[in-house]
């Protein structure tokens, strides 16, 4: 079993920056894949940003790439999200997600995660 605890939201006008941090307990963690979703008010939850086990595989959602870093410290059970240049759209409750199977991979499909945390509220004013 895997418990996952987001930090780091809050309010930020446009053009600032945030580090969302995700922080897991479990010795497995290390082996699975990590992803970021987000959702905002009357939308789906998406993607994005996704972690394989050793930080050497990464995707991007195409709204947040060239803007968004995600990183993993496996020795402290933690991933991040590094958020630059944000703007009102990425107004969202952000969630960490970890999955058991195919942790080799940064894993893009919302069924592949079996762990969620609470999330974490990120606005961005104009």
């Known amino acids: 079993q895997v418990q996952l605890i987001e930090s780091g939201g809050g309010l930020v006008q446009a053009g600032g920056s945030l580090r969302l941090s995700c922080a897991a307990s479990?010795?497995?963690?290390?082996?699975?894949?990590v992803g970021w979703f987000r959702q905002a008010p009357r939308k789906e939850r998406e993607l994005v940003a996704a972690?394989?086990?050793?930080?050497?595989?990464?995707f991007y959602a195409d709204s947040v790439k060239g803007r968004f870093t995600i990183s993993r410290d496996n020795a402290k059970n933690t991933v991040s999200l590094q958020m630059n240049s944000l703007k009102p759209e990425d107004t969202a409750v952000y969630y960490c997600?970890?999955?058991?199977?195919?942790?080799?991979?940064?894993?893009?499909?919302?069924?592949?995660?079996?762990?969620w945390g609470q999330g974490t509220q990120v606005t961005v004013s104009s």
């Open positions: 479990g010795r497995t963690f290390s082996s699975y894949a």
């Open positions: 997600a970890a999955a058991a199977k195919h942790g080799g991979w940064a894993l893009r499909g919302i069924s592949e995660y079996d762990y």
């Open positions: 972690i394989n086990w050793s930080g050497g595989g990464t």
